[in-house]
């Protein structure tokens, strides 16, 4: 894999883990209701971040396969 793949590969790792944590802590019971209502409701649902893991982890499956 060329030096842009792997940086790519390697961004796109850690926006996995922070999707992961976002949907874990929206998940968490009662944070909904702290946060405000002017929020927009489909980036406060966990399904959310969960596309956009399943997402960027077909596209560095991708990356890591082109060699």
């Given at each position: 894999?060329?030096?842009?793949?792997?940086?790519?590969?390697?961004?796109?790792?850690?926006?996995?883990?922070?999707?992961?944590?976002?949907?874990?802590?929206?998940?968490?019971?009662?944070?909904?209701e702290s946060?405000?209502?002017?929020?927009k409701p489909?980036?406060?649902?966990?399904?959310?971040?969960?596309?956009?893991?399943?997402?960027?982890?077909?596209?560095?499956?991708?990356?890591?396969?082109?060699?």
């Amino acid at each position: 894999m060329n030096d842009s793949k792997q940086r790519v590969a390697k961004f796109l790792e850690k926006e996995i883990k922070t999707y992961a944590a976002l949907s874990l802590f929206l998940s968490k019971k009662g944070i909904s209701e702290s946060l405000n209502a002017r929020d927009k409701p489909a980036v406060m649902q966990p399904a959310f971040y969960e596309e956009r893991m399943k997402e960027a982890k077909k596209l560095v499956t991708e990356l890591k396969k082109s060699n």
